[in-house]
């Protein structure tokens, strides 16, 4: 069985770009070397020698046709690299393994926006994709949910899986360390740190947060993490991009989310996993995913609620401080979030696609 994966990048990205390294990095751990098939490659990358690269130009044709053209040349290239199974990352309508991290009505709908043309032309090749695929991988249940609701895939066609997260990379601070970490990023010990990490700061809440802190008398600091920031708010204060986003993680007390659409939200999990607790708005995917004692989640949308549960998290935090020491205890993800074990199970969706396909039969089935 040659596995083939399609993203729009091999490279340092956004959510699903950083996925399919993951995938990249798992698959070589397993022995597989797929096809790659992609829009640019960062050959400097290590994941870049693990692969087959199949680059597919795009940047000769306006923004909006890309996609559409980029799914055409895939169909082609696929059969000329002898691709039994692929597993497409981005819109392509020719992948038996179709990975759902997101969905444009989905995404439309939460921001209240009227499609425009070239959302149809989006919208219809995620649809051919679903539609075409044999198996949708979802990354939470709100992409479930999403693709039965707004697309008709049935349900029988999906498998939610979440997404995995570099367990050596995101682990609590040793002993001690924690004062040291806060001091480098400017947090004063009476300072209550909500992180904020964001390359959207709109979608990702921050006007919501803003207005919830307003009501507040609470020693708390929003400390944005990304993009600049443009506000005169004294709670609000910028830290610059961090590469290290862990010791963000360990250094802040809460990180916060309030995102109008947030189909996972890693930023939840890696916190959690840092020994930080996190505030998030219930329409975030990787709610499901935390553990009860690990959040604090508010109605979407609702400042008035994110007030009610910062403050419930501050007292939270009150009780259970000792000295400037405090992290989260016991298990506070839902899931296993190794590479190995996510990749594992695409495998075995692939091999009984690849099975199935060889016998004749349609792959797709109950469970």
Known sequence: MKIGISANALKHGGGLER???????????????????????????PESQLVRPHRILVSFLPGKLRDVWFSWRLRAMRRNAGVDVLIGCNRVDASELAICGGTHRGFLAAVGRAPKRSDAWQIALESRQYARASVVVAHSM?????????????????RVLYPPVDRARFTPCEPG??????????????????????????????????????????????????????????????????????DCYRAADFTILASKYEPFGLVG???????????????????????DHAKF????????????????????????????????????????????????????????IDLERRAGHSPVSSS
């Open 19 to 45: 996925y399919a390294m993951d995938l990249v990095r798992g698959l070589a751990a397993r022995g597989v070397e797929p096809a790659f098939f992609a829009r640019q490659f960062d050959r400097e990358l």
């Open 142 to 158: 709100q992409m479930r949910e999403e693709l039965m609701r707004l697309y008709g895939v049935d349900d029988a066609k999906i």
């Open 177 to 246: 360390v924690r004062s040291a970490l806060r001091r480098r990023f400017g947090f004063a010990d009476d300072e209550i740190v909500l992180l904020f990490p964001s390359s959207s700061h709109e979608r990702k809440g921050l006007p919501l947060i803003e207005q919830a802190l307003r009501a507040t008398t609470l020693p708390v600091v929003v400390a944005v993490a990304g993009r600049p920031v443009e506000s005169t708010n004294s709670r609000i204060r910028y830290i610059g991009y961090v590469k290290d986003i862990e």
């Open 269 to 291: 999990i890696e916190s959690v996993m840092c020994g930080t607790p996190v505030v998030l708005s219930a329409n975030i995917g990787c709610c499901d995913a935390i553990a």
């Open 297 to 352: 989640v508010f109605a979407p949308n609702d400042a008035k609620d994110l007030h009610a549960t910062l403050t419930r998290a501050v007292d939270a935090l009150r009780r259970n401080k000792s000295g400037s020491e405090v992290q989260l205890s016991g298990q506070s993800v839902n899931y296993d979030v190794s590479v190995a074990g996510h990749v594992d199970a695409l495998l075995a969706l692939a091999g009984r």
